[in-house]
């Protein structure tokens, strides 16, 4: 069924999917899809972060799409009275994997930049809202964060499927599960890679590795599991 939203640039078309994105965490589906890319495309620039649920979905579109990892076709959605989405550029082709490196030089993944530095406008713009808060004696809002994880077998007899659900199947207060996608990294072997998003007051990333990700029962498929991005939201 098509979803259709009126011109996301005006307050009146971001009140409507702020409502709307309340209660889900896509436009469409349990992924991110073409609509989200077409809604995310809609925007002339990044929305105020006075809606929240507007802005916690468009910061993590916006690092899906650096990621390349979008790939659900979605169920058809029209923005009315906006210009229509610019094209989006296909994605980088899979690693060869007679060509790939070895597993152990994987960590030069955590050399991209996802998510891009803060800029100091940002910076004094954050320290300016923590200081109004403050004056006006109202406690902070839990902020939250989006995460990139790999996630990587033991080898390539590992069965990938039966891996992603154990990793999905983790699931507690203020932690959401993303997209996700398989990569290779050389001889057969491939990692997951996938997104999730946390309350910062309720979930420690290091804590959910440590007690969760790597002790039984998910370590009988995960050998080991890195922090990729972090990005506040």
């Not at 990621?67 to 899979?94: F, R």
């Not at 996630?151 to 039966?162: A, F, G």
Request: hydrophobic share 40%; net charge negative.
């Amino acid at each position: 069924m098509a979803v259709t939203f009126h011109n996301v640039n005006l307050e009146a078309g971001l009140q409507k999917l702020d409502q709307y994105l309340l209660t889900r965490s896509y436009i469409t589906g349990y992924q991110a899809s073409k609509d989200d890319i077409a809604v995310h495309a809609a925007f002339s620039s990044a929305p105020s972060s006075d809606y929240v649920n507007v802005s916690r979905w468009y910061n993590h579109i916006d690092a899906l799409l650096k990621l390349s990892g979008v790939t659900c076709e979605g169920q058809g959605v029209t923005i009315s009275g906006s210009a229509p989405p610019a094209e989006v550029a296909p994605s980088s082709p899979a690693i060869d994997d007679a060509k790939a490196p070895a597993a152990e030089d994987d960590d030069d993944d955590d050399d991209v930049d996802l998510f891009g530095e803060e800029t100091e406008e940002e910076k004094k713009a954050a320290e300016e809202r923590a200081a109004a808060i403050k004056a006006s004696g109202k406690k902070k809002e839990s902020g939250k964060s989006s995460v990139l994880l790999d996630v990587k077998p033991w080898d390539d007899e590992t069965d990938m499927q039966k891996l992603e659900e154990s990793v999905r199947s983790i699931q507690m207060e203020g932690l959401l599960w993303g997209a996700s996608k398989l990569v290779p990294v050389g001889y057969g072997i491939k990692k997951l890679q996938i997104m999730m998003t946390i309350v910062d007051d309720l979930v420690s990333v290091d804590s959910l590795i440590e007690e969760h990700l790597t002790v039984e029962p998910a370590n009988e498929y995960i050998q080991s599991c890195d922090i990729v991005a972090f990005n506040k939201i």
